[in-house]
């Protein structure tokens, strides 16, 4: 059985930094892409970042430069580091592990989401 727990968020002031944790496991975490979501109140799922199973990270525009996503594949944990956080990331972040081929800032190609943590950025 596959779970994601997430963990780190909480609230901060507008340029401070958060990092986030999700701990994976019942999975061979080392050979699956994983993706960080967040979804604000009233809006949609949106992509935040991934890293593959190789490092390879990718980042939506929003976030580069800011964020910066990690893994530590001997402790099954991925990592999202956020930097000179804006009110406009405010938003439930959810990890999840790639399961499907296609666009890698497509939630449908996730599966096995985490529950969430929040994170609330005050100005």
């Known amino acids: 059985q596959v779970q994601l727990v997430e963990s780190g968020g909480g609230l901060v002031q507008a340029g401070g930094s958060l990092r986030l944790s999700c701990a994976a496991s019942?999975?061979?975490?080392?050979?699956?892409?994983m993706g960080w979501f967040r979804q604000a109140p009233g809006k949609e799922r949106e992509f935040v970042a991934a890293?593959?199973?190789?490092?390879?990270?990718t980042y939506a525009d929003s976030v580069k430069g800011r964020f910066t996503i990690s893994r530590d594949n001997a402790k099954n944990t991925v990592y999202l580091q956020m930097s000179s956080l804006k009110p406009e990331d405010t938003a439930d972040y959810y990890c999840?592990?790639?399961?499907?081929?296609?666009?890698?800032?497509?939630?449908?190609?996730?599966?096995?989401w985490g529950q969430g943590t929040q994170v609330t950025v005050s100005s």
């Open positions: 890293i593959s199973w190789s490092g390879r990270t």
């Open positions: 999840a592990v790639q399961r499907r081929n296609g666009r890698i800032s497509d939630p449908y190609v996730y599966d096995y």
């Open positions: 019942g999975l061979t975490f080392s050979s699956y892409t």
